[in-house]
């Protein structure tokens, strides 16, 4: 009996999907697949498994090192994984023993930049049978399980902000090395400042069309490419998808993207806010709303003038009352919070808006519109789309279940008195480790984990010496 069949790990869709994929492969045409899980970064790991094994690691999983887990950004281990316990107090993850990454055959795609590849995205599992308890992509099925039985569903559509730059230098030679290795040299693509310009995306139009045809490819609900405000700067954004789907998009999305441009000559980033001249804040817009289990949206309120139904401001209101904590998990980088500027189109405190884009939630639509729903603009591209969702839907809920009220909108969110923003991922950490719904909701042991995550980059990044001290301090003194 294999793994995924002792431990009952498949629904029937996904044995039914297997079979299937299992004929496909063994037809020919595919020599490797990919078997990749979202680390706790939302960051692609995993092996290429050739076809001759594919069929065992379908069934039986594919081991990798439970290090992985322990890994900031800069794939350095944070946690002393050959210590009693690998650090986390569990015998699992001892001495970086092995884990099981299983495939949900459900997500198999031919990857077309790499002929002859597919890839599966996996999550990850102790030999014994049990999930590692950091798996991203769990969290947010359970959080979707939890709304599931409130009498919900969620649905997520994704705007994607990112810079595309011609590769210069790759920064591949020996000194270029290290944890993590010195950033390539760009060019920019086009100048900036010329936002939804024609002849603006005619420059792109290249490298957009590149993207465009081998994301179609991969199925990704592709809905419009738009130049941005800043150089080098394009946003794609995808139509909604339901439950973990877009989700699930996302963290594609995002390899693909990358892994083509660079076949090409070019340096996609998701980086927020580039250290180049002139280059602006990239953000990440989610918009979200609950649906019955008809399918109808949850959000549409019945009363004119209305902006949302009585359960769709509760859920509003859920996301103001836990917006400090949530900001570790929607920006989850030091990088990220450079964005939140007044004035800049990012949001900066915690209020929310009918149809204004300088606040932190946007709500659009009204009575009889099916696409009501609400727009976090709080996001950066960088983040877990799996903890992001599961923030949301946990922040939601408690605005649900307590009946919040979010009081009156803000028509001058600049301006406004609500509170401000996280200033720096240190501040969004000691908030979230501070919250108890997003404690519950993730759960105490995952929140304490990314926390020190976290906590070690600041670390380290703390005992850099950056260009502004240097600038500031060394003529002067």
């Known amino acids: 009996m294999s793994f995924v069949e002792r431990h009952g790990l498949w629904s029937e869709a996904q044995r039914a999907a297997a079979r299937e994929l299992l004929e496909r492969v063994a037809r020919g045409g ?33 081991t990798v090192t439970t290090s992985l887990f322990a890994k900031d950004t800069s794939h350095r281990s944070v946690f002393p994984v050959f210590t009693p316990g690998g650090g986390f107090g569990m015998d699992e993850m001892q001495g970086a023993a092995d884990a099981l990454i299983v495939a949900d055959p459900t997500t198999f795609r031919l990857l ?65 090395a290290g944890q993590p290795g010195e950033p390539p040299e760009v060019a920019i693509l086009t100048h900036g400042y010329q936002y939804l310009t024609e002849h603006c995306y005619d420059r792109l139009d290249p490298v957009a069309d590149l993207l465009r045809r081998d994301l179609a490819a991969l199925d990704l609900p592709l809905r419009s490419i738009e130049v941005e405000f800043g150089p080098s700067q394009i946003e794609f954004t995808l139509s909604a998808l339901p439950g973990m789907g877009s989700a699930d998009a996302m963290v594609l999305f995002r390899s693909a993207v990358k892994q083509i441009c660079r076949r090409h000559g070019y340096h996609a980033t998701f980086m927020c806010r580039p250290r180049l001249p002139n280059v602006m804040s990239s953000g990440w817009h989610l918009h979200q709303s609950l649906t019955h289990t008809d399918g109808t949206n949850a959000f549409i309120p019945a009363e004119a003038g209305a902006p949302l139904s009585a359960t769709g401001r509760h859920f509003l209101a859920g996301l103001l009352a836990h917006a400090r904590g949530a900001a570790a ?67 939601g809920l408690d605005g649900i279940e307590r009946r919040l009220d979010p009081g009156a909108p803000d028509d001058a969110p600049y301006e406004s008195k609500g509170p401000l923003l996280p200033r720096t991922l240190a501040e ?21 984990y990314f926390c020190r995550l976290k906590e ?3 670390a380290r990044f703390n005992l850099e010496v950056s260009e502004w ?6 003529d002067l003194f």
């Open 428 to 448: 969004a950490l000691a908030a979230l480790r501070e919250d108890p719904v997003l404690r519950e909701g993730l759960g105490a042991g995952f929140v304490d």
């Open 112 to 176: 077309p930049w790499s002929p002859g590849s597919g890839w599966l995205l996996c999550e990850p599992y102790f030999p014994d049978g049990k999930p590692v308890p950091f798996g991203t992509r769990r969290l947010c099925r359970l959080a979707l399980e939890r709304l599931a039985a409130k009498g919900f569903g969620y649905l997520a559509g994704l705007e994607i902000e990112f810079h595309v730059f011609r590769l210069v230098d790759a920064r591949t030679r020996p000194e270029h």
């Open 329 to 395: 998990l929607s920006t989850p980088t030091i990088n990220g919070y450079r964005r939140y500027r007044p004035y800049s189109l990012a949001p900066d405190r915690i209020v929310w808006g009918r149809e204004n884009r300088g606040a932190m939630l946007r709500v659009i639509g009204g009575p009889g519109d099916p696409g009501t729903r609400i727009e976090n603009r709080v996001g950066e591209p960088a983040a877990n789309p799996y903890l992001y969702f599961a923030s949301q839907i946990a922040c």
């Open 30 to 62: 595919v020599e490797v697949v990919r078997f990749s899980f979202a680390d706790q970064h939302g960051v692609l790991r995993g092996k290429a498994v050739t076809a001759a094994e594919f069929a065992k690691a379908l069934a039986d999983g594919v």
């Open 469 to 474: 001290e240097h600038r500031e301090y060394f």
């Open 456 to 458: 070690a980059e600041i």
